[in-house]
């Protein structure tokens, strides 16, 4: 079981290899599963518009190629759609897409006592990541290049791989004998554990394998999608200013609450002063002894004359 395993993963990647080796140039015509046909011109002016590390194809090698786009649009949603549908009819697919608005300032015109305009000042930016079949790269990159207003930047890698696919196929050959040495082994627990772990190590080379394969078929490309000026959007909103005043002051209103208030404020002062009573009458009785004092001392003053 262990060795039929082993065999199906190095058929794979044998599968694999010459899957991308002999992938159709982009020349006259797209691949048979797609349904949008390509023009002889169209496939020159790939090559002429796109770096040829994008439609590179070496005899005996294996490429995983990613690309990474930073360019300024006229408008960003309508560049985001277009990408996606032109995504879509090359048999790729989007893995995130981030789009968001700055907003670089806004400011409210009163147009009448009901109505007033937003003035918003905004810039839209988008960053994604997709991917796309390996063989239609060129092709992507052209048709998205069409929507830029300025390409700030472009970066197209292609990672030669041949050696790590070699590798693979190697350390599944071992792997296999691994597991023909161990089936001869006396069964005891070392035997198990053995077993156990050359399983996990293959299951591991065929993860690494699926994996090498997903990225040699679908390359992965970043986009960075950005309008070069402010946009100004004008939105329809009410007149705060006239509702605010509407009910800003109500004159019959607030005479009743100011004299509910005002009657309130006389009782917490009574209230008050009955809690301090016991201050009031000593202030009393101190005023008492300072007064009849006073009048003591003026009556001796008076005899003394």
């Not at 069409?146 to 190697?170: G, W």
Request: hydrophobic share 40%.
């Amino acid at each position: 079981m262990k060795n039929s395993a082993s065999k199906i993963l190095l058929g794979s990647l044998i599968v694999a290899t010459f899957f991308s080796c002999h992938k159709n140039e982009i020349s006259g015509e797209y691949a048979a599963d797609s349904a949008v046909p390509i023009s002889k011109d169209f496939a020159e002016a790939v090559s002429d518009s796109v770096s040829s590390v994008a439609t590179m194809q070496v005899k005996d090698k294996q490429f995983i190629k990613t690309a990474d786009v930073n360019m300024e649009v006229k408008d960003v949603y309508e560049a985001t759609i277009s990408i996606e549908k032109n995504l879509e009819d090359l048999g790729g697919f989007v893995t995130s897409s981030n789009l968001s608005s700055r907003i670089a300032s806004e400011e409210n015109f009163n147009t009448s006592d009901e109505n007033a305009t937003l003035v918003r000042k905004f810039q839209t930016e988008n960053s994604m990541q997709v991917r796309v079949p390996t063989e239609k790269l060129g092709v992507f990159l052209t048709l998205i290049n069409d929507k830029k207003v300025f390409l700030n930047s472009r970066v197209i890698l292609a990672e030669d791989v041949t050696s790590n696919i070699k590798l693979a196929e190697l350390e599944a050959k071992r792997n296999a004998k691994t597991g023909e040495n161990i089936d001869k082994l006396k069964a005891d627990k070392d035997k198990v554990k053995l077993s156990d772990e050359n399983i996990g190590e293959g299951n591991h080379q065929k993860v690494a394998g699926f994996e090498m394969t997903d990225q040699l078929k679908y390359s992965t490309v970043d986009i960075y999608l950005k309008e070069p000026k402010l946009r100004i959007a004008e939105i329809p909103v009410i007149n705060s200013k006239s509702i605010d005043n509407k009910y800003k002051f109500n004159f019959l209103y607030d005479l009743k609450n100011a004299f509910v208030e005002g009657f309130y404020l006389i009782q917490k002062l009574t209230v008050g002063l009955v809690s301090i009573w016991p201050l009031i009458a000593m202030g009393g009785i101190a005023f008492w002894i300072f007064k009849k004092r006073k009048s003591a001392v003026k009556l001796e003053k008076q005899d003394v004359s």
